[in-house]
């Protein structure tokens, strides 16, 4: 343990962190010392980030330890915290110490420092306050397998003690951890009269045994995990900086989904409390197939609990994640959802678009008289200019991939919005949803001929364009003029709907050899030829030496591009079928074979990976809103995996 006056005898400036030079470590160790706890936060802030940056350590992060702990100990405030850097700075996995170079690693000198402290900072497991207790159980823990066996005894006798007689349930079943971390199981843990020692104890031995849970641990978890202490938020544990004890139970749970929604289902029924089931929930449904009805019933049976609109707002999202995924949403489910629709709170928006994918008829009505009115219109009306523009826009966008068959009332709606000037995000989300009302949408030809001009969601509004098969003047003036556009991908996109529309491809041609043997985003020009068709066939040189691409979404663009141009899928299959997989870029690979038509005997068993995996094999982080691609996945691959049958009987 080293004092603040020996700072200066470690040459710092010969050490490294996450930003460089470590030179400002020791002003930030003295800053630790100060009363002001400002102060001292606003250094803790910064060692966080430097000496330990996101899970990351680094050469000085050993040197910084014998100081910290000497600041958990005399520092006048944060020493909780204190103690908790020098947790995490140390955290590792024991199967790491057996490692070839574990000894030549930062954690392995961080461990090495700790070892040495350790002995001098096992009085804080009796400090007065109950926050430095449990972050000095978390210190203690940490270098466990790596103590010689003097201070094995040592830590393990002060460690029983915390355990069998700390006054705070929550501390003592931090001990039962910590004494976990040295080996020791307490057998009667189980049938402890604390709750919170009995759910850390199911914790553990769930940890053990793994996937299915046993039905005595479900038990306890369920009873017992309901209520937590309202400090055990305190710090996390068990696992890093970045993972709370909430989430460390989710994650034991969720590897078996019905123990998990059988614990959900306890836990909402008991209130919810900290929405604790209702993460749970939503954790089992982005990691296991088809529980979208289970989950959905338990997140609407958790709607009443929700302590705050935050809350609430992020259930009802959830619903509207899901709800699509239902055969049929049940009545129930839809009349609870119309009336937090039909309010003017917090809940109205998530609330509606979650009606709006269950197509609840009356969705169409609160949408429509949401985006038309005044803002003194009435519950569930926003105003249609400043921030409510945005909410209209992702309303209509839900609506019309919802209610195609209403393009005669909404169109106009979204011709309106787009007209009275929307951008961003927003505007892209109108255009896009007039594709999906066929030719109705070209009444819009005027407001997306403005949207190219005045360059607001140009690239959809020049794709839509040329979609709609159209040629008037006024619109292949404006791609004609587009093409001309300091944007590459504008350009792109103008040219390929210009040559669409007009069956000349001269200037097409000349745009994309251009951007095609430039720099930029190659696979977005290439995916930009299909509108061009056989058209693009001058182009093919430059396609073809992209299909060995080191990008995988370069040589997928290219080998769809190849297809589309000569209409054979011989070279384009074998370049699809390296890329399927569960990534992003292997979803469109499967789409691009499904155009082909072709299922490749190598692809078949991941293709029945992907088609039958129980497990969700792609995430949808951040929500997109519009299907999750999983699901795709899934039904891309049951469809390949119907054209190899066909095939194999064509043979």
């Excluded at 600041?71 to 140390?90: G, I, P, Q, S």
């Excluded at 170079?101 to 001098?120: F, M």
């Excluded at 938020?233 to 989430?247: L, N």
């Excluded at 982005?286 to 809350?311: C, F, G, K, N, S």
Aim: glycine share 8%.
């Amino acid at each position: 343990m080293r004092m603040p006056a020996e700072l200066d005898r470690v040459p710092w400036h010969t050490l490294t962190h996450a930003y460089g030079s470590a030179e400002d470590v020791p002003e930030l160790i003295a800053a630790l010392y100060e009363d002001d706890e400002e102060t001292a936060g606003e250094a803790l802030y910064e060692l966080y980030g430097n000496i330990h940056h996101q899970g990351t350590v680094y050469a000085a992060s050993a040197p910084a330890v014998p100081f910290l702990a000497h600041a958990a100990l005399h520092a006048a405030a944060k020493r909780d915290e204190v103690l908790m850097l020098l947790a995490v700075l140390a955290d590792h996995d024991p199967a790491d110490v057996k490692l070839p170079h574990w000894a030549d690693t930062p954690v392995a000198a961080i461990c090495a420092e700790l070892c040495r402290v350790l002995p001098e900072l096992l009085p804080c497991l009796g400090d007065p306050d109950r926050a430095v207790r449990r972050a000095a159980l978390r210190v203690v823990a940490a270098p466990a397998g790596l103590l010689t066996a003097e201070q094995r005894a040592s830590a393990v006798a002060r460690v029983e003690e915390v355990y069998a007689g700390d006054p705070v349930p929550a501390v003592r079943a931090d001990a039962l951890v910590a004494l976990s971390r040295y080996g020791r199981e307490e057998t009667g843990a189980l049938c402890s009269p604390l709750p919170e020692v009995r759910l850390a104890a199911a914790a553990l031995a769930l940890a053990r045994s793994g996937p299915p849970c046993p039905a005595d641990l479900v038990d306890v978890i369920a009873e017992d995990g309901a209520d937590p202490d309202p400090g055990d938020d305190a710090f996390p544990w068990p696992g890093t900086d970045t993972t709370g004890p909430d989430d460390h139970l989710r994650h034991l749970l969720t590897e078996d989904p019905d123990a998990a929604l059988a614990v959900t289902a306890r836990w909402i029924a008991a209130g919810d409390l900290g929405a604790r089931g209702s993460w749970l929930a939503e954790r089992v449904a982005e990691t296991w197939r088809d529980r979208e009805p289970a989950v959905v019933a338990l997140i609407a049976a958790a709607l009443p609990h929700q302590r705050t609109a935050m809350e609430l707002n992020a259930r009802l999202r959830t619903i509207g994640h899901w709800i699509d995924h239902l055969p049929e949403p049940d009545a129930g489910l839809r009349d609870t959802l119309f009336r937090y629709a039909d309010t003017d709170g917090e809940t109205a928006v998530p609330a509606l678009l979650a009606l709006v994918r269950s197509r609840d008829p009356r969705a169409l009505e609160l949408v429509l008289r949401r985006t038309t009115a005044g803002p003194d219109a009435g519950p569930g009306v926003g105003p249609v200019t400043g921030p409510g523009v945005g909410v209209a826009g992702r309303l209509l966008a839900a609506a019309a991939r919802a209610f195609p068959e209403a393009a005669d009332r909404l169109v106009p709606e979204i011709r309106r919005l787009l007209a009275a000037g929307a951008t961003g995000n927003e505007a892209i989300a109108l255009v896009g949803a007039l594709a999906e009302f066929g030719t109705t949408a070209r009444q819009a030809r005027p407001e997306l001929v403005d949207c190219l001009r005045t360059r607001r969601a140009a690239i959809v509004a020049a794709r839509r364009l040329g979609a709609d098969g159209v040629a008037t003047r006024e619109v292949t003036d404006a791609l004609h003029e587009a093409t001309g556009s300091s944007d590459p991908s504008l350009r792109g996109a103008a040219a390929a709907a210009h040559c669409r529309l007009t069956g000349d491809p001269g200037t097409a041609l000349r745009t994309f050899e251009e951007l095609l043997t430039g720099r930029g985003q190659t696979s977005w020009y290439l995916g930009s030829l299909e509108a061009m068709g056989e058209a693009a066939a001058p182009l093919l040189p430059l396609v073809e030496r992209h299909l060995g691409a080191g990008d995988a979404w370069t040589r997928l663009a290219a080998a769809e591009a190849l297809h589309r141009i000569t209409g054979s899928a011989d070279r384009s299959v074998p370049v699809l079928s390296e890329l399927v997989g569960p990534t992003p870029v292997g979803l469109r690979a499967l789409e691009a074979l499904a155009a082909a038509g072709r299922a490749p005997e190598e692809v078949r068993p991941t293709l029945h990976t992907l088609a039958f995996s129980p497990r969700r094999l792609l995430s949808d982080v951040p929500h997109s809103g519009n299907g999750h691609p999983d699901t795709e996945l899934r039904a891309w691959a049951r469809r390949l995996l119907e054209a190899g049958r066909s095939q194999d009987e064509d043979q």
